[in-house]
């Protein structure tokens, strides 16, 4: 089955400053990437998806990149607010089975 | 807000019990998905339910089983508790048959077993 690792386990950057989380899967059937973001208390929210015929997405201060042939992806969040501060979970999925990394906890820092 | 509810919001129950979790999904949506994530780690994929059918299914032991309703509703059931069995359960809808994968996630019922 699919195994998706997530790096680092923990991220603390200044306000203003970029923040990179990085993931890699291991089942070249997954074809969808999620990115959630989780607050205390709450499911996770959808932030930004990527398929696999897609390389790049963007949308306002949140990027991701696929790199389907060597398995990786990453989430980058530019111009960082203390309000990005929660935990980060990436995920890969071959429609009806999606894997999630472990989570990345960002500390924005005001 | 994505329009996924789940009941209850929390649970304490004691080891041996049976335990009921609900979930009503996201209006137009015919697929919901659940999952257990436990303190600290992402969400761990127990089964998806389509159509009233299980649509796939993750590690989990037979005990874990699920029901979903023709107004795509869906129940996730927990027989002979355990201490392990402890998490945040959540449940994610989405429309299948549309192609369109993107899982939305209720708030999620955190369960204690004592």
């Known amino acids: 089955g699919e195994n998706v690792e997530q790096h680092p386990s923990t991220l603390s950057v200044q306000e203003g400053d970029s923040a990179v989380i990085k993931c890699t899967y291991s089942?070249?059937?997954?074809?969808?990437f999620p990115w959630y973001k989780q607050e205390l208390g709450k499911g996770p929210q959808l932030i930004i998806d990527?398929?696999?015929?897609?390389g790049e997405k963007k949308d306002q201060r949140i990027a991701v990149t696929l790199n389907k042939t060597a398995k990786h992806f990453s989430l980058h969040i530019t111009e960082t607010q203390p309000e990005d501060s929660a935990v980060y979970f990436c995920?890969?999925?071959?429609?009806?089975?999606?894997?999630f990394g472990a989570g990345t906890r960002l500390t924005v820092k005001p | 807000e994505t329009g996924v509810t789940q009941s209850p919001t929390h649970l304490i129950k004691t080891r041996g019990q049976q335990v009921t979790l609900r979930c009503s999904s996201q209006?137009?949506?015919?697929?919901v998905s659940w999952y257990q994530q436990a303190l600290g780690q992402g969400p761990q994929f127990i089964f998806q339910?389509?159509?009233?059918?299980?649509?796939g299914r993750g590690n989990f032991p037979p005990r874990f089983s699920g029901l979903q309703f023709p107004n795509y509703s869906s129940e996730l059931n927990v027989n002979a508790l355990e201490l392990d069995d402890s998490a945040l359960y959540l449940c994610?809808?989405?429309?299948?048959?549309?192609?369109?994968?993107?899982?939305?996630f209720g708030p999620g019922t955190r369960l204690l077993v004592l």
């Open positions: 994610a809808s989405s429309s299948l048959a549309a192609g369109e994968e993107t899982q939305y």
């Open positions: 089942d070249s059937a997954s074809n969808y």
């Open positions: 990527i398929r696999s015929n897609v």
């Open positions: 995920a890969a999925s071959d429609n009806n089975d999606m894997r």
């Open positions: 209006s137009g949506h015919n697929t």
């Open positions: 339910y389509y159509r009233e059918e299980e649509n």
